[in-house]
RNA sequence: GGUCCGUUCGUCUAGGGGUUAGGACUCAAGAUUUUCAUUCUUGCAACAGGGGUUCGAUUCCCCUACGGACUACCA
């Protein structure tokens, strides 16, 4: 009797969306095709001092540049719309009124400040305030005073709230797909607001009426939920609802020292816990993942293999690959300390597959920038050449910018191997390259080094000092493939400036 | 403090009553490149501790320690 899957992703727009977050996600879309189902976007925005403006545009943009698209949600209505909780909320109060009415819950009249009041003074004796089954009967609700009493005060305008009154001496035995098992004792639970006295549903009760409402199959949620586990179950047992199955995912951990991933450790340890970049209402950046040249195929892949595996040594893998072998029962229980330095891998694995000529494009641009213009297919072989070197686009140019302009200053280092009978050996050299018709790399190899044993000239004593005439320093691909690239008049032009600056 | 969850190399993890405890990242060494990087090879490196159960436990159970989450009219 299993119904189709339906999962959801429901953020709050309180800021951009997490790293975390964003696994979180694909989770819920990996599990989603895998199994033919829905994924859909919901977003909880039933806390109106802590919305923040463009959250909710960041989120969706999120998912799409991620490539994890949701197949319903805002701008994607379906009959279960709409997605967004401050537009359900006229929904809301007739459930939670319906709780009363049947016993399951009641109005509670206590203020924060008395409330405040009450853990103030039980924490000074080393106590928890709980407000539950002991001390509900000696608070200020509509179980402690008449019924009459109740509805005059809230017909006189009166603030109040709505509580669940969670059953007593019961012990709850749940089932969570990853971690199996979990009991928890009704008694030590306490009477969460339900309806919060702005007229808004709390989280709880959204959550759990537009589950049901959207017929959500499948609750894939981080870690922090697990102990709104009890609540939830019995709240959908209190409407006499059939409750989704629940998944709750290891948390994602700082790199270094111990607690949750925040934003702040990736500003001390320079790397993104975003995916794409967000502008702060203090002024500042946040950087994300997009605009740091990281690949949306590797984010996905890093994320998704950190807290999950297939059980095999693969670590590369398709979308479609994840979809297909994706299965929850393998989620990992144990939070995972996010590794910066493995997902620049993942990004180098990603990077060094792209196609050169796409490649080329993204370096026409810091070119164009510079002031140079070259064909693209010339680029593109530059591209080729270099980019088995690169983590990011970003690394192109420095890589390969002596393609473009020629050196103007020489790595000090190499310089000290320019000796005395250098200069002589290079005029040769010149001399040769003039004479040489066929330009292409595996010529120029042939025919220098013959030259080279004809002449009994060590062959440190060439490419060194011809390496840094054409690149300025120790470093780069094949040279004959560098001297290919440059052609013959560049290739002189640069070894006889080389002669006049080194010797 | 209370409740719940967790604990295999530094990190991500595989494994599972008898294994040389496997892979990947990082790091180191070697090879290739007379360069640098890439790549390849090799190496370093782990079952939190203590009790059980058992012929045998890293694997099952209990306890402890440690870590984490939650403990709001936030989600």
């Known amino acids: 009797m299993s119904r189709p899957v339906r999962v959801r992703f429901a953020p709050s727009p309180t800021g951009p969306l997490h790293i975390g977050g964003v696994r979180t996600a694909l989770f819920n879309y990996l599990f989603a095709k895998k199994h033919g189902g829905i994924f859909y976007l919901r977003i909880e925005d039933t806390d109106q001092n802590r919305f923040v403006p463009g959250a909710e545009e960041y989120i969706i943009e999120a998912l799409n540049w991620c490539g994890i698209p949701f197949d319903e949600g805002i701008g994607k209505e379906g009959k279960y719309g709409p997605y967004r909780q401050s537009e359900r909320k006229a929904i809301y109060k007739e459930y939670a009124l319906n709780l009363v009415q049947n016993g399951w819950a009641y ?202 595996n297939p059980g095999t040594d693969q670590e590369l893998f398709t979308l479609d690959e994840l979809v297909q072998l994706f299965d929850l029962e393998r989620v990992h229980k144990a939070g995972a300390k996010f590794d910066p330095e493995k997902n620049k891998w993942f990004n180098h694995q990603y990077f060094t597959r792209q196609d050169s000529e796409a490649l080329a494009h993204q370096l026409s641009h810091v070119l164009l920038e510079k002031g140079i213009y070259k064909p693209i297919e010339y680029i593109t072989e530059v591209v080729g050449l270099v980019k088995e070197r690169a983590t990011f686009a970003k690394e192109l140019w420095n890589l390969s910018d002596y393609f473009f302009t020629p050196p103007t200053t020489y790595d000090e280092k190499a310089v000290k191997n320019w000796k005395q009978e250098t200069a002589a050996i290079m005029e040769q050299l010149i001399n040769l390259l003039q004479n040489t018709l066929d330009f292409s790399s595996s010529n120029l190899e042939t025919v220098i080094k013959a030259w080279m044993e004809e002449n009994n000239i060590g062959m440190g004593k060439v490419m060194q000092p011809l390496r840094l005439s054409l690149v300025g320093a120790m470093k780069g691909p094949h040279l004959f493939d560098i001297m290919a690239m440059l052609g013959k008049d560049e290739t002189i032009n640069r070894i006889q400036n080389a002669i006049v600056k080194l010797s």
Do not use: C
């Open 107 to 308: 109005y509670a009249f206590d203020t924060a400040e008395a409330l405040d009041k009450l853990r103030a003074e039980a924490e000074a004796e080393g106590k928890a305030f709980i407000y539950n089954h002991a001390t509900r009967g000696t608070l200020d609700n509509s179980l402690t005073i008449s019924a009459e009493e109740t509805q005059r005060r809230i017909d006189s305008g009166e603030e109040y709230v709505i509580r669940f009154k969670i059953p007593t001496d019961e012990t709850l035995h749940l089932k969570d797909i990853i971690r199996g098992d979990i009991k928890f004792e009704s008694n030590l639970l306490d009477d969460k607001v339900l309806f919060k006295s702005d007229g808004m549903p709390t989280y709880h009760l959204a959550n759990i009426v537009d589950d049901h409402l959207m017929e959500t199959s499948h609750v894939i949620r981080g870690e922090e939920w697990l102990p709104s586990l009890p609540l939830h179950v019995l709240l959908y047992r209190a409407f006499g609802w059939e409750a989704p199955e629940f998944a709750h995912l290891p948390l994602i951990l700082k790199p270094v020292g111990n607690g949750k991933l925040s934003k702040r450790d990736g500003d001390k340890l320079g790397f993104p816990v975003f995916p794409l970049e967000w502008k702060n209402a203090d002024g500042t950046t946040s950087s994300g993942y997009r605009e740091e040249g990281y690949l949306p195929e590797a984010v996905v892949n890093f994320l998704a293999l950190l807290g999950w």
